[in-house]
């Protein structure tokens, strides 16, 4: 993999996990059934059903998760361990002007 396809790659995989990181318990469950008093002593019914459980959002995250730690590490590796080459000067400072 090039060093340009792991940054992107990295992206997407910290846009999923952030994605992922805000459902929040609200956002599993979806009203279904609503009951309206239809005459005295009748109390409002609501019932929440899960779209999905909390053990799949968390799996979910937990695998893009490790994902970006992997590709994370392996770009570091390569950040550390890849040398290049600039031009004279790139590292010199400043030089402060004498009055």
């Known amino acids: 993999m090039k060093l340009a ?10 846009e999923k996990v ?6 929040q318990e609200k956002d599993i469950y979806e009203v279904k059934t609503q009951r309206r008093a ?3 002593g009748i109390d409002d019914v609501i019932a ?3 779209k999905l459980s909390l053990a799949e ?4 995250y937990d695998f893009y998760a490790k994902r970006l730690r992997l590709i994370d590490a392996a770009i570091q590796q390569a950040n550390w361990m ?10 010199e400072d400043y030089p402060m002007p004498t009055k």
Do not use: D, F, N
């Open 5 to 14: 396809e792991a940054l992107l790659r990295r992206k997407e995989l910290q």
């Open 18 to 23: 952030s994605r992922i990181k805000t459902v």
């Open 38 to 40: 239809a005459h005295e």
């Open 82 to 91: 890849t040398e290049i080459e600039c031009g004279a000067g790139v590292t």
């Open 48 to 50: 929440a059903v899960p």
């Open 57 to 60: 959002v968390t799996a979910e």
